[in-house]
């Protein structure tokens, strides 16, 4: 039985930890042993199989105390010593911070680790500590995963070569949900309320369009991050009298049915990986319009005008253009919303979880 230790700051709910959740439970019901090392619980977390076993590997309570270069040792100091104890066949690690621990913290132990880079590597990885990071750590991986090419060309050639490219597993409730056949008068998106995602952009190009098509409105379905963004929103709602017609909904464990109810899904983000939301609504088979962000992630996956529309980042006045035009080209709506369906056949679970097997046995034999 191939022992599988995942590596990220917690399951709160967000795309990389959603993305681990999933694979962990797979696996899990895929005869793997599969342990989920964590920093910190979130308030609210994705649910993992009874079989996936959490271990704590973040400071403790008589460590609150200690200076912060303590801290940081002791973050490297617990996981290492979690790897060394359970010797897994494989340690695979996801976003900035704990690529950077599991990198650190498996140097000598001889177990291979694949770090999963979801972000903008521009956007996230630009910091003066990280130009001198990557070229040190990043050699030491087995591999990573990449959601992109663009994402992937960021990192050094050598690595890229023994690296894959896998995009993120979508649910099986969206993968399943029934077709809607009466839409009402909705245009909406799901996602944390968090600044990169930039919802106040597309609350302003919202306000245009209502202008000009006053019986649609506007939802958001998501949890506060609490960097100030709802608040944002919640200023422009209020400042233009918009309560009636523009909502933030917090988050919903129903968005498989609660998104297909409107017309159109929204994306705004400035830039993001490979954004589940976004893939989310496609296979609900809805008609989207997506800024064209970085690193690549919904030029992936959209093919302009087939089955979805693009546009440049930022762009208020394009996000209404594209808004309107879904509003008032109906064919134009439906047919996009038929081609997006079709991406189902490369986000399913089954699919997905093949890839991965796949490039963790080829990892694992690799190291032998």
Known sequence: M??????????????AERVVSNLANWLAREDYEVIAATQWQGEEEFELDSRVRRIHVGLR???????RIAKIFLRFAYLRRLIRSERPDVVISFTRRPNYRALISAVGTRVPVIAAVRQDPKSYYNSLADKLLIPLLYPRAAGCVFQTGEQMGYFPRGLQKRSRIILNPVNDKYLNAPEVKEREKLVVQSGRLVDFKNQAMLLRAFLKVRKKHPDYSLRIYGPDSRDGTKQVLEAIIRDNCAQDF??????????ERE??????????????????ALLEAMTLGMAVVATDCPCGGPRTV??????????????????EAGINRLIEDKQLAQALREQARRISGRINGQAVLAQWKSYIEEVIQGQR
């Not at 309570?61 to 200076?67: A, I, L």
């Not at 998104?259 to 589940?276: K, T, V, W």
């Open 259 to 276: 998104l297909p109810r409107a017309e159109i899904y929204a994306f705004s983000s400035d830039y993001e990986g490979m954004p589940n």
């Open 246 to 255: 523009i909502t933030l909904m917090g988050g919903s464990d129903e968005l």
């Open 302 to 319: 959209i093919d302009h005008g087939v089955n979805g529309l693009l546009i440049p980042v930022g762009d208020e006045k394009a996000m």
């Open 2 to 15: 191939r022992k599988i230790l995942f590596h990220l700051n917690c399951f709160e709910q967000g795309g």
């Open 61 to 67: 309570p008589e460590d609150e105390d200690r200076g």
